[in-house]
């Protein structure tokens, strides 16, 4: 039976520490120039409706490392992008294709694409979740932080798909997170309460001071996503205090950690400083998306292989 990678709350902690200890020997093997064409002859389809720098070059790349191919599938250039429906494209795809990653506006687009195609298919970004990239940061933290599952998790900024993303992680993991956001930027309810009934622990606050203070790991995100750009002087006025700097920073532990998904707005949601400080961990997360992604497509596009 075929499996997906839509959202982490799909996946037990188990299968993906099983992602993260497979990334790790993907990753030295990288570095150690060992090939590893776990894809051989393997081809990947990846839809992009957002624009993107790292989610495709990682793919792309990742897919060649592990023997595959890639194809990047513009949405404008390509049926979807003239009203053919999503499931005769899941299906056509999947006559071709042994996987789909896509990176799309709605979660109901990728869900309805892995409901009809026979193939795997991940969830590249939505506006609701990002899982892959969830995953690399996680990675991260663990080459830094052996406990990194006991560790308090601190979201500044937008309840946006990472905050959602992180609520999710939190209660497959069981860490602490804290999300502050000015009111009316919380994340999504449904995310929340469904990680609540689980017993994540998960705490909300519109003080960033709060949220910050004694964390172990802090994370920001731009203010305005793809698709809110007529928001941005709205958004600057709503997030003053929210940005990530120094004097925040100065609140958490003191081994604290500094993540951001990139790109960054430096000098809105984080400091020039903070991102070239010594605590900031952001340029290994945007290079562990290769690394984790692969993981990733091996375990999705093997199993398969194997059905």
Request: proline letters at 4%; a negative charge.
């Amino acid at each position: 039976m075929k499996k997906d990678f839509l959202a982490l709350s799909e996946w037990s902690a188990p299968e993906l520490e099983n992602i993260f200890s497979l990334c790790r020997d993907l990753k030295n093997k990288t570095k150690a120039g060992v090939p590893h064409p776990l894809l051989q002859g393997q081809t990947l389809a990846m839809i992009f409706e957002k624009s993107s720098t790292r989610t495709r070059i990682s793919f792309e790349v990742g897919m060649f490392q592990l023997g595959g191919h890639a194809l990047f599938l513009h949405s404008g250039t390509t049926q979807m992008g003239r009203g053919e429906p999503i499931k005769d494209t899941a299906r056509v795809l999947a006559g071709y294709c042994d996987a789909i990653m896509i990176r799309t506006y709605a979660q109901a687009a990728v869900e309805e694409l892995a409901q009809w195609a026979k193939i795997p298919v991940i969830n590249g970004l939505t506006d609701m979740y990002h899982p892959c990239q969830i995953m690399a940061d996680l990675f991260t933290v663990s080459e830094h932080r052996s406990n990194y599952r006991d560790l308090v998790y601190c979201w500044i900024g937008d309840g946006n798909n990472m905050a959602n993303s992180w609520i999710n992680a939190a209660a497959v993991f069981g860490f602490e997170l804290r999300v502050a956001t000015p009111k009316g930027y919380e994340p999504n309810a449904a995310v929340l309460a469904r990680a609540e009934a689980v017993g994540a622990k998960i705490f909300l606050t519109h003080d960033p001071q709060e949220a910050a203070r004694g964390a172990h790991v802090l994370n920001t995100d731009v203010w305005a996503s793809m698709g809110q750009e007529a928001e941005q002087q709205l958004r600057e006025k709503a997030f003053v205090g929210y940005q990530l700097n120094e004097q925040l920073l100065g609140l958490a532990a003191a081994d604290a950690l500094v993540m951001h998904c990139l790109p960054a707005h430096r000098g809105e949601e984080i400091t020039d400083a903070v991102i070239e400080g010594p605590h900031a961990v952001i340029f290994a997360q945007a290079e562990n998306r290769l690394h984790i992604q692969k993981a990733i497509m091996a375990t999705l596009m093997r199993d398969k292989a194997c059905s």
